[in-house]
C-alpha cells in the first residue's frame, strides 16, 4: 500500500503544483484548504486524472484540526507532509499571522510525527522574510518562544502584518531545527523550504501593496520571479531517497536574491 502525501494549501499556488506532483507518482493524497469550493474542484481534476484523492476542509488554526486531519487520515501510512497554508501580510493582523503561520504548524507537526511511516518526511513553508530578520533581540525572542519560554516577546515585537509575517517565518525555521532529533528518532526528516518572489495569487496580492517588494524583485539574480512547481519540485525532492541526508535545515528558493543582499 503506497504511503499518503498530506498537502496543506492545496488549492494555493504551491499546493496545486505540489499535489500533481505526488500524484504523478501514484500516491494518495490527503489535500486540505479552507475553501472548500477550490479544493472539491482540484480534488475531482485530479480524480479524473485517476489520482485517490481524500479532501480535508478548515481552518488549520482551529483548536479542532490536527484531530480531524488525524481522522481524515485514517489507518493510512503517511509518506509525506508538505505544509503550504498560512497568512501573508495582507491577509490579516499580525497575531493571527503568528498564530496561523507558526503555532498552527507547530500543534500539525506535533499531531502528525507519530503517524509517519518511516522514511518520511516534512516540508514546512517559511520564506526569505525569515531571513531578513536581524536584529539581535528579535531573533532572541523568536528562539526562545520555539524553546518553549513564552511568546509574549515575540508578540511585542509583532507591530505589524509585515513584522508578524516576518517573525512567524523565522520561528518555522527554528521549529525544523528543534524538531530534527525527534523525527530523526523515529527514522524520519523535517526540512523548510524558503520561497523567495514566487507568482502566486498571494504574492501578487503582496506586491500591489509594497513597493519595497517590487523594488527587491527587480534585484533577484534569476532576472524574474519564481513558479509554484519550482517549490513543489524541491518539496518532491526533499520527500525522497535522494534528500535522505537532508534534515533539520532551511532551503532557500529564491532566485539568488538572498545571496545578492548577503545573507
Do not use: W
Request: proline share 5%.
Amino acid at each position: 500500500m503506497s504511503a499518503t502525501v498530506i498537502v496543506t494549501g492545496a488549492a494555493g499556488g504551491m499546493g496545486i503544483p505540489t499535489a500533481k506532483r505526488f500524484a504523478a507518482q501514484g500516491r494518495p493524497l490527503l489535500l486540505c484548504d479552507v475553501s472548500a469550493q477550490k479544493l472539491d474542484a482540484f480534488a475531482e481534476e485530479l480524480r479524473a486524472d485517476g489520482a485517490t484523492v481524500t479532501t480535508l476542509v478548515g481552518d488549520i488554526s482551529a483548536p479542532s484540526y490536527p484531530q480531524d486531519l488525524i481522522d481524515a487520515l485514517g489507518d493510512a501510512p503517511l509518506h509525506a507532509l508538505v505544509h503550504t497554508a498560512g497568512l501573508s501580510p495582507t491577509m490579516a493582523d499580525p497575531l493571527r499571522i503568528l498564530e496561523v503561520n507558526y503555532f498552527a504548524t507547530e500543534r500539525l507537526v506535533a499531531a502528525l510525527l507519530p503517524r509517519f511511516a518511516e522514511g518520511g518526511c516534512a516540508v514546512l513553508l517559511s520564506s526569505m522574510s525569515g531571513y531578513l530578520l536581524t536584529d539581535p533581540a528579535m531573533v532572541t525572542a523568536v528562539r526562545d518562544m520555539v524553546a518553549g519560554k513564552g511568546r509574549e516577546d515575540v508578540d511585542r515585537f509583532a507591530v505589524n502584518p509585515g513584522m508578524g509575517y516576518t517573525l512567524s517565518k523565522r520561528a518555522v525555521m527554528a521549529l525544523v531545527g528543534r524538531e530534527a532529533a525527534a523525527f530523526g528518532a523515529r527514522g524520519l526528516r523535517i526540512c523548510s523550504i524558503a520561497p523567495g518572489f514566487i507568482d502566486t495569487p498571494m504574492s501578487r496580492a503582496e506586491r500591489e501593496e509594497s513597493e519595497q517588494m517590487r523594488q527587491m524583485i527587480t534585484m533577484t539574480p534569476a532576472g524574474r520571479l519564481g513558479l509554484g512547481d519550482e517549490i513543489a519540485s524541491v518539496a518532491e525532492f526533499l520527500c525522497s531517497a535522494g534528500a535522505s541526508y537532508v534534515s533539520g535545515c532551511d532551503i532557500p528558493v529564491d532566485g539568488g536574491i538572498l545571496g545578492r543582499l548577503g545573507f
